[in-house]
């Protein structure tokens, strides 16, 4: 039986970050990374394999960087793990043993089974898996009515890139007022739907999916809960991913109510040697300080180099005070980015907030070529001024502008602070200095905790 | 006698985010901005107006957001001051009393009058005056050849704006070994002389001018030190900037070494109740702790803000720590930025640091349309890993990522928080969450710390 001091199953983000950062830590240590398939994708990139990449294979995440650090890889499907004697079993039938072992199986997409005809013909999902995704895109290129359930990220995301495809008709069904509901308040949720409607996406929104209807197997229609029917010779479903955790489970691993794998914030689990990384394990809100299901490959990759470097022995302390969710997309040319808490997710944490807002353009003078409006909103907490969450709309600089907030957050930088940050200014890549738009909704937020007050 | 409580002397942005920031703080109090030309300019945009901004009148900026919030403006010229009597007269003639004044007199083009021939016709300056740059885009129409002294920001920028007219012929010259030397080390400064070659620009790096000549009193050619003659119906001199204090040094403010006013961290001169703010006020530098001269636009108006919010009592006491030259650009589209120290002033100041380099793209996967090479450095302290520079080449979103770093030197952050640091990470926007370049360029740091130690 062969022997690894480390063997991480799945080939994500978070496995191979991990395999990369804690291999860099402990050279003289033998690591193995057992994945399911030859070819992994980049998970974010999976959107655009559909339209703006010309091809598949311009999307392609793999375990080089590990390897090239010195680690192993095995193509094989970890089918049994034992803790106690510190063993794993494969589908093809080898058996390793290990000093230390990872989790970073992460997670895979919610079949909506509580939908009628969900099992028909040409009712998809979109798997992190190169040979589904595939297969994925010869059903798109015959498809000529597509149904998407589902108006989160992926969701958004995949209607978005079919629908520039002229001779499809897209239709995008999601329950909630808004897309993109989860991540951004109602001012922006607004300005989502109207992009993506412009982008050519029909949007159904506040429906609901009653059953998917088919004849010889294979679906032909959305029929909505208000009766309405939709034609539709492709669905996608995209209404979610659960942590992918049988496997630990199996082993005895402690499972929380949301199916993760409980950790510390060392991503250590309950038993010795044994640890979890990205969307298969646990995560705390880092405002809610409560169970948080984000399942980001920003987050698992920053979960991954904390364990990464804390593997053998703890050496950064700087770990986790829980998760910040920090999300950006681009809809029809339009980037819209949040980070940490919401109006609504604010409010079901009952965190106490008032709110700064700002709108200018992303140049300065506006009058420049390329320049585009910018929406701003920080919530804050009113008691110190803290900021616990933003979020931005405009031009491709909000991506990391997002950033700047984050970094904020997890900093815990006042409004009173930003008043006097110091940044850099340019005509052609940010908003005016006298309105530096980060400057001026602390200011607003100033002026509204001081309102608060009277 | 017309008395105000407030004077403020310029409506450059120093003068007119003091102005917006202090009035709302004050709206009990009457304020006055006292402004030589009725319209002014985007500083920072002037470089546009030359060809991407289609014209002058693109890049107006004035008191608007003052008068709007409650402020009177008057368009003359301050001839003196008497600090005593809190009084001041103007060249029109007027007098006017003042509980308190706010020097933001700004900065004036260094005439480089050791340079023989600099008062030929057709030697011309970049000064902040519409007046001026309106008759000196009259001056362009009509020039062929076209050489530029100086490669700083302006220099390059607007060498790089006017070798859009293909008809045109120009040539930069910078004395130092590449342009852009004082804002970048070596290794992004050669990418700057390469995108300005790309540009079309001619450069001529490591040349002194000796000499301008001319016939009839016009210029016609540059003669440099070795003897070359470069053929020129038009020089522009963007040799730098020197602060505008006559009027305070007449008054008789204390003026530092290099011609500033001094003032403290509040803003504050030396008199009771007269203030500085922007390019004539001295500044601190917040790495090296020494009297710095930069001349920012974002600088003077986070300056102005501090000033706006204590001028009438202290009531945000996050004031400067000092000055963070956060410095963006774009030549040939391509994004170069900096904050805090680079390796030379970093070596000049005496701080001890080490590096972190990394190189990526800014997309993910870099296959995507518009993706471009991303190279970022970090100067960090080896004692503490604390961040105290920084250096970003790329595309468009370096205009921002440049501000993480920014807040990142402001709020001390070191390479081992930023290992954890949770980003938004998205395949247009961003580099991928497994080498998100911050993250990674601070890995590379806390490697060459370990290796200093060793």
Known sequence: MKSYDVVIIGAGPSGIVTGVTAKKQNPEK????????????????????????????????????????????????????????????????????YSK??????????????????????????????????????????????????????????????????????????????????????????????HLVNAGVNILTGCTVKKLQGSGGKVESVILED???????????????????ELAGKAGLQLTSNGTIRVDRYMRTEEKDVYAVGDCAHATGFITGRTDNIMLAS?????????GYNLFSISLLHSFAGILSVFSTELDGYVFASAGAIEQTAREA???????????????????????KIKIKVIVSPENGQIIGGEIYGGKSVGEMINIISLAIQKYVTVYELISFQTGTHPLLTTAPTKYTLVKVCEDAIVNIKDRFL
């Open 101 to 194: 072992l990872v989790f970073a199986t992460g997670s895979t997409p919610t079949i909506p089974t509580f939908i009628r005809g969900y099992d028909l013909e040409n009712v998809e999902y979109i798997r992190k898996s190169y040979s589904y995704i595939n297969g994925l895109m010869n059903r798109i290129g015959q498809a000529e009515n597509i149904v998407v359930i589902g108006g989160g990220f992926i969701g958004a995301e995949v209607a978005e890139q079919l629908a520039k495809y002229k001779e499809k008709t897209v239709t995008l069904v999601e329950m909630e007022n808004h897309c993109l509901f989860r991540a951004f308040s109602e001012d922006f949720a607004v300005l989502a739907d109207e």
């Open 30 to 97: 033998s690591f193995l990374i057992i994945m399911e398939e030859e070819k992994g994708l980049v998970p974010c990139g999976i959107p655009y394999i559909f339209h703006d990449l010309d091809d598949i294979s311009q999307n392609l995440m793999g375990p080089a960087p590990f390897v090239k650090a010195g680690g192993e890889v095995l193509v094989d499907t970890v089918t049994g793990v034992d803790i106690r004697s510190k063993t794993l079993e494969t589908g093809s039938g080898k058996s390793f043993s």
């Open 227 to 245: 009766g309405r029917s939709i034609k539709a010779d492709l669905v996608i479903s995209a209404i979610g991913y659960k942590p992918r955790t």
């Open 350 to 372: 009952n965190v106490d907030y008032v709110v700064g807002r700002f709108e200018d353009v992303d140049r300065h003078p506006g009058s420049l070529p390329g320049a585009k």
């Open 299 to 307: 987050t698992a990759t920053a979960e991954a180099r904390v364990l």
